[in-house]
């Protein structure tokens, strides 16, 4: 039982906020010290754990290529494109991405999009930049995380429903393992990844619904903060004239 204590050292080191990567090391290594392996052995245990799950962490290797994407102008350049096609607001144009999340996961291709890929050096700033060429100015800062809140939205909603169309995708093959071996059922990837096209449907009609409608919430807000400026501003004048 005293091996456990690892996981107190979880969920203490994740309550007070935490380096989620050192809390889980010291949980390890604490696992390990207490469960009587050597030293040698707990370095050991690391590096083969690593070894066979590597390629959960080549996202290591894509975020300083990014880095240097976004340090040399790529959100520049994706901010000048969608500055020259005027007519796609924010809403269609996350609505599009949405729909091409979607595709490309349908197919398998889930780590083509994401957060860190995609979203933030390119499909934000587009995003941004498509809502300030409408309002012909700069985007306050609370309204700069909205639209950058919706984009990951999209990326997010997209992946999920678009995945589990795919017959190969972990999610299928998850369930249909587990059905089949506890209630001795005969569910094929196939059938699971058919029903899955309904609900990634009413997902992309929902969301896409909600994306469009965005445009009209920046136009209220962006007008209520322009007047909130002037009478400020007004304020302002006043006060100068009073002195």
């Known amino acids: 039982m005293i091996v456990l ?10 309550a007070t906020r935490r380096n989620p990567l050192l809390v889980v090391g010291a949980a390890g290594i604490i696992t390990g010290l207490l469960g ?5 052995e707990v370095l050991a245990s690391f590096g083969n754990s690593f070894a066979s799950a590597r390629s ?3 996202f290591v290797i894509t975020l300083p290529v990014i880095g240097l994407l976004e340090r040399y102008g790529l959100q520049e350049q994706a901010r000048t494109l969608i500055g020259k096609l005027g007519k796609l607001t924010t809403g269609r144009f996350l609505t599009l991405y949405l729909l091409i999340r979607q595709l490309t996961a349908s197919v398998g291709l889930t780590s083509i999009g994401g957060p860190a890929q995609s979203v933030r050096p390119l499909i934000a700033p587009m995003a941004e930049a498509a809502a300030e060429a409408k309002a012909g100015r700069p985007l306050p800062q609370k309204l700069r995380e909205k639209v950058r809140s919706h984009a990951s939205g999209a990326d997010t909603i997209g992946v999920f429903f678009g995945e589990d169309c ?6 299928i093959l998850l369930i249909t393992g587990f059905v089949n071996s506890t209630y001795d059922q005969h569910l094929e990837p196939l059938h699971l990844a058919l029903w899955a096209i309904p609900s990634a449907i009413c ?4 969301h896409g619904a909600r994306l469009l409608n965005l445009d009209r919430q920046l136009e209220r807000e962006l007008a209520v903060t322009a007047a ?3 009478l400020a501003a007004h304020a302002g004048t006043r006060t100068e004239d009073a002195k």
Do not use: H, R
């Not at 204590?5 to 994740?14: D, W």
């Open 166 to 171: 795919f017959i190969a995708i972990g999610s």
């Open 203 to 206: 997902a992309f009609l929902i």
């Open 5 to 14: 204590l690892g996981v107190l050292v979880v969920i203490l080191g994740f």
């Open 228 to 230: 909130e400026n002037d």
């Open 36 to 40: 009587k392996l050597s030293p040698q």
């Open 56 to 58: 959960v962490t080549v």
